[in-house]
């Protein structure tokens, strides 16, 4: 295959997506296979003999569809989305073609100016202050990585890049247990290290409570540790719990530490005015992240950082070797330098379309219905007498148990979850939340409709009792 031959191969791929979209409402949300299946259907080596595309094409249509979870499905409702709106997906295929590696503003000036522009839109977009800047990254995982290293290096006076970490006082990052697993990985592979992530106490809304986070960093200071950072989270993974964070964040100024806020998910929702009141006092973060990946609509990856001062970012992580330097221009950005891969995609691009093609409004109105549909989901298995609603709705995300009279509320719930899952129609997954088997439902696909949402009520209670 050549590169003249693209327009008659992406006409086929094109013809087989089109007909994917269309025959997607009748498919099985969570993949019916079991494990191996799809492996078995592969030979097990490579080829030496080149094969024609559509011998290709007919092997992937036979082999690889059956084995697929659909995160486009527009009644996917389990974890959280992964939204690729068409347009995005347009712009995901330029980016495909156009293949630059986006490390230094000279390996292609446009990524690095779109790229720049795109997170000053989207900063807008969020309500977020003037003066804050940003770097696309592949994953909130690496954002919050950036952000942990930043913490390391600032609290070893920009030492730990050069010593090692053998010598150096305890470092101590303080979070609670609502965040995502990301900041766990962060503490493990910076070398700060489970043992010195100090989960806070929270409150009745599993908000962190500030007089723990001052209470732990007192007695951090007595036994000779040094506090380096703050994780909050607006939206956690579990149940969407939000940090109330001015107390917090006074307390991390007055302390000396670096703040870093997860809103991975959520982040998307705060394009609505109405709902900036949750994250408030978010302007006085030095670390935001937020994935447009995920219920926005941008193509998966897209994780925009937020940075309010990117000094001490580039300080950790900027490396210059004379290979990588732009001659004659030393006041341009080097997106390299602000992140852990050299490598990067030209991702800007389908925010740019995303935006475009859809309008602030277009996205506003999908997050808006979002939320609305999940709380009348909310509401009416509420008014169910063997459901229980274990949490509300943090945006578009509650959970529940099916507690019928007599039996194991946990065994109920967990069998009932199997059941939903085998059926198909729906997708849901879980989480434990105090102690207890919940069933999460987040409403998010970008085609997701008013009737998909009531679907679901019909499913839950359907298999429930049938
Ligand atoms: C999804 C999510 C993450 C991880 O995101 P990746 O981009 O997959 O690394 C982290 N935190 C929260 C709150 C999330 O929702």
Same mark, same amino acid.
């Given at each position: 295959?050549?590169?003249?031959?693209?327009?008659?191969?992406?006409?086929?791929?094109?013809?087989?997506?089109?007909?994917?979209?269309?025959?997607?409402?009748?498919?099985?949300?969570?993949?019916?296979?079991?494990?191996?299946?799809?492996?078995?259907?592969?030979?097990?080596?490579?080829?030496?003999?080149?094969?024609?595309?559509?011998?290709?094409?007919?092997?992937?249509?036979?082999?690889?569809?059956?084995?697929?979870?659909?995160?486009?499905?527009?009644?996917?409702? $389990?974890?959280?989305? +992964?939204?690729?709106? /068409? &347009?995005?997906? #347009?712009?995901?295929?330029?980016?495909?073609? !156009?293949? =630059?590696?986006?490390?230094?503003?000279?390996?292609?000036?446009?990524?690095?100016?779109?790229?720049?522009?795109?997170?000053?839109?989207?900063?807008?977009?969020?309500?977020?202050?003037?003066?804050?800047?940003?770097?696309?990254?592949?994953?909130?995982?690496?954002?919050?990585?950036?952000?942990?290293?930043?913490?390391?290096?600032?609290?070893?006076?920009?030492?730990?890049?050069?010593?090692?970490?053998?010598?150096?006082?305890?470092?101590?990052?303080?979070?609670?247990?609502?965040?995502?697993?990301?900041?766990?990985?962060?503490?493990?592979?910076?070398?700060?290290?489970?043992?010195?992530?100090?989960?806070?106490?929270?409150?009745?809304?599993?908000?962190?409570?500030?007089?723990?986070?001052?209470?732990?960093?007192? $007695?951090?200071?007595? +036994?000779?540790?040094? /506090? &380096?950072?703050? #994780?909050?989270?607006?939206?956690?993974?579990? !149940?969407? =719990?939000?940090?109330?964070?001015?107390?917090?964040?006074?307390?991390?100024?007055?302390?000396?530490?670096?703040?870093?806020?997860?809103?991975?998910?959520?982040?998307?929702?705060?394009?609505?005015?109405?709902?900036?009141?949750?994250?408030?006092?978010?302007?006085?973060?030095?670390?935001?992240?937020?994935?447009?990946?995920?219920?926005?609509?941008?193509?998966?990856?897209?994780?925009?950082?937020?940075?309010?001062?990117?000094?001490?970012?580039?300080?950790?992580?900027?490396?210059?070797?004379?290979?990588?330097?732009?001659?004659?221009?030393?006041?341009?950005?080097?997106?390299?330098?602000?992140?852990?891969?050299?490598?990067?995609?030209?991702?800007?691009?389908?925010?740019?379309?995303?935006?475009?093609?859809?309008?602030?409004?277009?996205?506003?109105?999908?997050?808006?219905?979002?939320?609305?549909?999940?709380?009348?989901?909310?509401?009416?298995?509420?008014?169910?007498?063997?459901?229980?609603?274990?949490?509300?709705?943090?945006?578009?995300?509650?959970?529940?148990?099916?507690?019928?009279?007599?039996?194991?509320?946990?065994?109920?719930?967990?069998?009932?979850?199997?059941?939903?899952?085998?059926?198909?129609?729906?997708?849901?997954?879980?989480?434990?939340?105090?102690?207890?088997?919940?069933?999460?439902?987040?409403?998010?696909?970008?085609?997701?409709?008013?009737?998909?949402?009531?679907?679901?009520?019909?499913?839950?209670?359907?298999?429930?009792?049938?």
């Amino acid at each position: 295959m050549k590169y003249s031959d693209y327009g008659k191969w992406t006409a086929r791929a094109t013809a087989w997506i089109e007909r994917y979209f269309s025959t997607l409402p009748d498919q099985p949300v969570r993949a019916q296979t079991s494990v191996g299946d799809i492996a078995a259907r592969l030979p097990q080596s490579p080829p030496d003999a080149p094969a024609d595309m559509d011998v290709i094409m007919a092997d992937f249509e036979r082999i690889v569809p059956d084995g697929l979870t659909h995160w486009q499905h527009p009644r996917f409702f $389990a974890y959280f989305p +992964a939204n690729a709106a /068409p &347009a995005s997906m #347009i712009a995901e295929q330029l980016t495909n073609a !156009i293949a =630059a590696q986006c490390m230094l503003w000279q390996t292609s000036p446009a990524a690095t100016e779109v790229e720049t522009v795109m997170v000053d839109w989207m900063r807008q977009a969020l309500g977020l202050r003037d003066g804050f800047v940003g770097v696309i990254q592949d994953s909130a995982s690496s954002a919050t990585l950036s952000a942990v290293l930043t913490m390391r290096e600032r609290a070893l006076d920009f030492q730990g890049n050069t010593t090692g970490l053998s010598n150096t006082p305890r470092l101590r990052i303080y979070t609670s247990e609502q965040v995502h697993t990301s900041v766990d990985k962060a503490a493990w592979v910076a070398g700060i290290g489970q043992d010195n992530l100090v989960r806070i106490p929270t409150d009745e809304n599993h908000a962190m409570r500030a007089d723990a986070l001052q209470d732990a960093i007192d $007695a951090d200071r007595a +036994a000779g540790y040094t /506090p &380096a950072g703050l #994780i909050m989270c607006t939206g956690g993974t579990s !149940i969407g =719990a939000c940090d109330h964070l001015p107390p917090l964040i006074k307390i991390a100024k007055a302390e000396g530490l670096y703040t870093h806020l997860d809103a991975a998910w959520a982040g998307s929702a705060m394009i609505c005015p109405e709902l900036r009141h949750i994250w408030a006092g978010v302007d006085d973060c030095d670390s935001i992240v937020f994935n447009p990946h995920k219920w926005l609509g941008a193509q998966f990856d897209c994780s925009i950082q937020f940075l309010s001062d990117p000094a001490p970012q580039l300080k950790t992580m900027g490396i210059r070797p004379s290979f990588l330097e732009t001659q004659g221009a030393d006041e341009v950005t080097n997106y390299n330098e602000w992140t852990v891969p050299l490598g990067r995609r030209f991702r800007a691009l389908k925010i740019w379309f995303l935006i475009r093609a859809y309008g602030l409004d277009g996205l506003r109105t999908r997050i808006r219905n979002h939320i609305k549909w999940a709380e009348m989901l909310a509401d009416k298995l509420r008014n169910e007498p063997d459901f229980t609603i274990t949490t509300d709705c943090r945006f578009s995300l509650f959970t529940f148990q099916y507690t019928p009279t007599g039996g194991d509320a946990d065994t109920a719930t967990a069998a009932l979850l199997e059941r939903i899952n085998d059926d198909g129609r729906i997708y849901l997954t879980q989480t434990k939340h105090d102690g207890k088997f919940c069933i999460r439902f987040q409403a998010g696909q970008f085609d997701c409709t008013r009737d998909d949402v009531m679907l679901a009520y019909d499913v839950i209670v359907e298999l429930a009792r049938g």
